[in-house]
């Protein structure tokens, strides 16, 4: 599928092992031209620039910015870079997300307040917050993705906090993607199987669901961040101008199998 001609924002690169990061990289290979943000951390921000812009081959510098989602001004001026770089835009990954450090994973009815609420306001809020500079930025329409997982809809141990954020970042997409319909902007959402980015490998839970993915698929079966993000590519390109408020699963059939199998 070729890009060449799309303009856009990939948001939440942190590291090579980001989904962001691979997503910037398969972007740019397809032929588009691609911004991204990663989170600017006071005292460290040099270090963050460099280590984000060099998770992705072929980024220059200057097409790496700061954005951080808790800070309305700092979406503001993300966007507003983007804008003097790119003009008009035609697509935005939304690629951000966190559980807050202090949420008592594994047990939802302790959970602190304040956990919940940087956890929703970070994974889920944002995405309300970009929709709204997508309308400004994308005046001819265009696409906006994000990045969900099955403990959305489906209990996953040790995903707690996570399935509650994922599963209100879903039903925005819903109510997004009729809302936006009128700007000609498509909203959808990618729900993957566990990859070994940073936040993940965090996860206590993480090494057990990759064993139970290479069980029930058969390893190879376990679609790679490559086949992940032809969704992605799709999503973005004309190919997809009919699918809007859509979660396609790219887990090789995973969320399908009972827990008999
Ligand atoms: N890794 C997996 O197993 C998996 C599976 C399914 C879906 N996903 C989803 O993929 C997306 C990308 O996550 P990832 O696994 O690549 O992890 P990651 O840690 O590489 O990416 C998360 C990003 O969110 C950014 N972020 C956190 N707080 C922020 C803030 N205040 N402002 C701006 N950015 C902030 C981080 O800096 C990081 O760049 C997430 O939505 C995640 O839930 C991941």
Redesign the pocket.
Known sequence: MNLSGKRGVV?????K?????ACASKLLSAGAEVIC???PVKGDEDRRHIL?TRAILDIPPDHMLP?????DN?IESFFNAVAEIFGEIDFIV?????ISSDATIDNLAELPRAAFRTSMD??VY?MLAISKHAKTHMPEGGSII????LSAEALVPGYEL?GVC?AA?QASVSYLAFELRKSNIRVNVI??????????IGHTA?SGLCDAYAKKLLPAATPSIDEILNVAVFLISDLSAGVSGERIFVDGGFHNMSAAI
């Open positions: 948001l939440g690169v942190l590291n092992k980001s989904m962001a990061a943000s990663y989170l984000a954005c951080d989602v808790t800070n700092s939304h690629g951000i997300s966190l970070i994974s944002s994000t990045f969900s997982y996570l994922k970042l729900s993957a199987p566990p990859f070994p980015s940073s936040s993940a993480y």
